[in-house]
């Protein structure tokens, strides 16, 4: 029960994060003119959404449920959990190269700070999901699916 509240936890403040990152592209577009839309691209994302905030990759690909990625098994999930993290924090790494605008750069640091944590606290559920298992079936199965597993030698 105890990876379940963690995980659940971490997703409602990943959750925040989406609302976050989505008012700070509200505040940078609420009120841009006809000419600064077409001049910096935003055109095209205009005719569909005006100024909405509606979550996209920066290629331009609409977030998808295919970005959440479950096994249900616990090391497997684990890994895709800090593997996600730290394309988070590659993310705001990224912006803070691009972005000098203080308004943007502190809370996208705050951001990348709390992806950090999360990276962390995903490796030590995996170090403690790594300690409970039994280690010579470590990558065969998982223990609380396939209990028949045990029985081999």
Not at 25 to 39: A, D, F
């Amino acid at each position: 029960m105890q990876r379940v509240n963690c995980v659940c936890s971490t997703g409602t403040e990943e959750l925040g994060h989406l609302e976050m990152i989505g008012a700070i592209v509200y505040q940078l577009t609420r009120n841009l003119s006809m000419e600064e839309i077409k001049k910096s691209g935003y055109d095209t994302y205009f005719v569909d959404h005006t100024t909405g905030v509606y979550p996209l990759a920066a290629s331009g690909m609409p977030f998808t449920a295919t970005y959440l990625q479950s096994k249900g098994d616990v090391i497997t999930d684990l890994h895709e959990n800090l593997a996600a993290e730290q394309k988070a924090r590659t993310t705001y790494d990224n912006i803070l190269r691009l972005v000098d605008d203080p308004d943007v750069r502190e809370p996208i640091k705050f951001l990348r700070e709390r992806e950090i944590v999360h990276y962390q606290r995903f490796g030590e559920g995996l170090r403690l999901a790594t300690d409970k298992l039994n280690e010579k079936n470590f990558y065969a199965f998982n223990p609380s699916f396939d209990k028949h597993c045990n029985r081999r030698k």
